[in-house]
């Protein structure tokens, strides 16, 4: 059974770090690409950063030049590395896996389920 667990969250200040991990153990398909989603109170989900099987990436623009995400696949690990943090950063960090490919980081909605993991998520919260 393959699980996701994130870590590395916390309480910052404007213009602070956080490193987020997301544990994968369990059996996962070198195909798969991974994501780092968020969700603020009131507010949809939201794609921030996804790394596909080949190391390409992508970012919602939002986080880019800020945000860098980046996989140690020895240690089964997606990281995401989150510098200049802003206020409008605050919400609930959930990594995932999919087979889906790229696409699927823009609508996961409009993609089965099936296949595709989520983790619990872990709260970032920047104060101004």
């Known amino acids: 059974q393959v699980q996701l667990v994130e870590s590395g969250g916390g309480s910052v200040q404007s213009g602070g770090s956080l490193r987020l991990s997301c544990a994968v153990s369990?059996?996962?398909?070198?195909?798969?690409?991974m994501g780092w989603f968020r969700q603020a109170p009131g507010k949809g989900r939201e794609g921030v950063a996804g790394i596909e099987s080949d190391g390409s990436t992508t970012y919602v623009d939002s986080v880019k030049g800020r945000f860098t995400i980046s996989q140690d696949k020895a240690k089964n690990t997606v990281y995401l590395q989150m510098n200049s943090l802003k206020p409008e950063d605050t919400a609930m960090y959930h990594c995932?896996?999919?087979?889906?490919?790229?696409?699927?980081?823009?609508?996961?909605?409009?993609?089965?389920?099936?296949?595709?993991?989520w983790g619990q998520g872990t709260q970032v919260t920047v104060s101004s």
């Open positions: 995932a896996a999919t087979p889906y490919g790229g696409p699927w980081f823009y609508s996961p909605d409009a993609y089965p389920t099936q296949n595709t993991f």
């Open positions: 369990g059996y996962l398909s070198s195909s798969y690409c």
